[in-house]
């Protein structure tokens, strides 16, 4: 069955840099998008941006377009997100989410989260 | 950006009764691209309708979609204990996609 499992959070000083990664496995990761919703604590879902099948379609929210990158390396099934120059309003859990067609699908499959704390 | 709105914000209701979610786009969308979540505590979201009223692989059948341009609608025929949760609706068809602010159906 699918399975996506998040990694990389951990407590970070705002201005500092994160790198969360996403393994896939039980598809075939190369065919979907994939994208990155974050929650704040005690709050809903934001959606933070999404990679197109083959990687070459991004899209950003703007509360993080310019600080964060979106990419994904189909050979080892893994998405990654690239956080830069964080604040503390980026304090969220982040779930990758795997989209049901190549970019404009509902998600039907979620990781499990991975906490962001940004933080002196 | 589409603005989905969702009311209302919490719904007190008793297992078995009907629960009735409403999502309102400050556009119209297509049907296509309106999908329901449920969140538990600590859970991830899980997909339950998309295409606005097309059930997800494992969703029960009380669960159902409705709507279509700027109204559209969850509806649960008979609560059960396990329903008792957070909903989104998203709109997944145009950039930046959108989440609705959630409905919480609680117990009553």
């Known amino acids: 069955q699918v399975h996506l499992v998040e990694s990389g959070g951990g407590v970070v000083q705002p201005g500092r840099s994160l790198r969360l990664s996403c393994a896939a496995s039980g598809f075939t990761f190369r065919n979907y998008g994939m994208h990155w919703v974050r929650q704040a604590p005690g709050k809903g879902l934001e959606w933070v941006a999404v990679i197109s099948y083959d990687g070459s379609d991004k899209y950003y929210a703007d509360s993080v377009k310019g600080r964060f990158t979106i990419s994904r390396d189909n050979s080892k099934n893994t998405l990654y997100l690239q956080m830069n120059s964080l604040r503390g309003e980026d304090t969220a859990v982040y779930y990758c989410?795997?989209?049901?067609?190549?970019?404009?699908?509902?998600?039907?499959?979620w990781g499990q989260g991975t906490l962001v704390t940004v933080s002196s | 950006d589409i603005l989905l709105t969702q009311s209302p914000g919490t719904l007190s209701l008793s297992p078995g009764e009907r629960a009735t979610l409403s999502c309102r786009a400050i556009q119209s969308i297509s049907s296509n691209y309106l999908a329901w979540y449920q969140q538990k505590p600590g859970q991830a979201p899980r997909l339950l309708i998309y295409g606005a009223s097309s059930r997800a692989a494992g969703i029960p059948d009380r669960f159902s979609g409705s709507g279509s341009g700027t109204d559209f609608t969850l509806t649960i025929s008979r609560l059960e204990p396990e329903d008792f949760a957070v909903y989104y609706c998203?709109?997944?068809?145009?950039?930046?996609?959108?989440f609705g602010q959630g409905t919480k159906v609680e117990i009553k």
């Open positions: 989410a795997k989209d049901r067609w190549e970019l404009h699908g509902a998600f039907d499959y």
């Open positions: 998203q709109q997944h068809g145009y950039s930046p996609w959108t």
